[in-house]
C-alpha cells in the first residue's frame, strides 16, 4: 500500500489477555518505529528497528512489551498481561533514506482498551 | 520531566489571520526540531522541520523561527485556512537519531471561517 498500515484500527480486551499489534510499513522503507500516544499526551518512543534487528528497545515500559520485525518488513508489538495503563493509541511509524532529518510516516494507530 | 513543552492546549483564529504556535524546550543537546499535524484518526504528518545552525525555514504558509537562546521555538502559518484546523505537534531529535523523537503534548488549531 502506499501509506503506513495498522491492525487492528481499535482493540478492546480485559486485563490479563495477550494483545499482537501489527504494523505493514512503506515498501521500501528500512527503518520502522513504535510510539505510543496516551490521552492528553504526545506520541512516545517504544523501540526502533533498522531491518530486522531492534536497534533500540530502550522506551519499552517494561518486559511485557516486546516487538518483532523478522523478514524486515511487517512488525509485532506483543503485550503481555495487559494492564489497564496500557490503554492508548500505538502508532507505527516507517522512513528512508532520503527523507528530512526526523521525518517519520505514520500510520493511523491502533487504539487499545484494556478493560 | 516534560522536554518538549506546548503550553497552549487551543488556539482559535480566523481565517485568513496569522496562527502562532509556541514550543519551549529544555535539553541543549537537540539538534533537528520538527513540526506535525494530526487529524482525528489520523496517525501524525510530517510539517515542517529545523536544524539548530538556523533560525527560519519557510515552506510555503508556514514558516518555523528558532530561538536557541530562549530555547523556544515557533510555528507560524499565514495566512490560516480552515483545513489547518489540528493538533500540531512539535518535537525535537537528539542528535544522530532519526528515531527518537521527544514530542510535546499539542496544540490544537482550530481556524474558524
Known amino acids: 500500500g502506499a501509506g503506513v498500515s495498522q491492525t487492528p484500527s481499535n482493540k478492546v480486551t480485559e486485563k490479563g489477555k495477550y494483545v499482537e499489534l501489527r504494523c505493514d510499513p512503506i515498501?521500501?522503507?528500512?527503518?520502522l518505529y513504535w510510539y505510543r500516544q496516551s490521552l492528553g499526551q504526545g506520541p512516545e518512543f517504544l523501540i526502533y528497528?533498522?531491518?530486522?534487528?531492534?536497534?533500540?528497545d530502550s522506551g519499552l515500559p517494561n518486559d511485557r512489551f516486546f516487538a518483532v520485525r523478522p523478514e524486515g518488513s511487517v512488525s509485532t508489538l506483543k503485550i503481555q498481561r495487559t494492564e489497564r495503563g496500557d490503554s492508548a493509541v500505538y502508532l507505527c511509524?516507517?522512513?528512508?533514506?532520503?527523507?528530512?532529518?526526523?521525518?517519520?510516516?505514520f500510520g493511523e494507530g491502533s487504539r487499545l482498551t484494556v478493560l | 520531566d516534560q522536554q518538549v513543552k506546548q503550553n497552549s492546549p487551543s488556539l482559535s483564529v480566523q481565517e485568513g489571520r496569522i496562527s502562532i504556535l509556541n514550543c519551549d524546550y529544555t535539553?541543549?543537546?537537540?539538534?533537528?526540531f520538527l513540526w506535525y499535524k494530526k487529524y482525528p484518526a489520523e496517525g501524525p504528518t510530517f510539517l515542517i522541520s529545523?536544524?539548530?545552525?538556523?533560525d527560519k525555514n519557510e515552506d510555503g504558509r508556514f514558516t518555523v523561527f528558532l530561538n536557541k537562546s530562549a530555547k523556544h521555538l515557533s510555528l507560524h502559518i499565514v495566512p490560516s485556512q480552515p483545513g489547518d484546523s489540528a493538533v500540531y505537534f512539535c518535537?525535537?531529535?537528539?542528535?544522530?537519531?532519526?528515531?527518537?523523537?521527544?514530542f510535546g503534548k499539542g496544540t490544537l488549531l482550530t481556524v474558524n471561517p
Open positions: 511509524a516507517s522512513s528512508g533514506s532520503r527523507l528530512a532529518p526526523g521525518e517519520l510516516f
Open positions: 515498501s521500501g522503507h528500512t527503518a
Open positions: 528497528f533498522q531491518g530486522t534487528g531492534a536497534a533500540d
Open positions: 535539553n541543549s543537546m537537540f539538534d533537528y
Open positions: 529545523i536544524s539548530s545552525i538556523k
Open positions: 518535537a525535537a531529535r537528539t542528535g544522530g537519531s532519526n528515531y527518537k523523537l521527544t
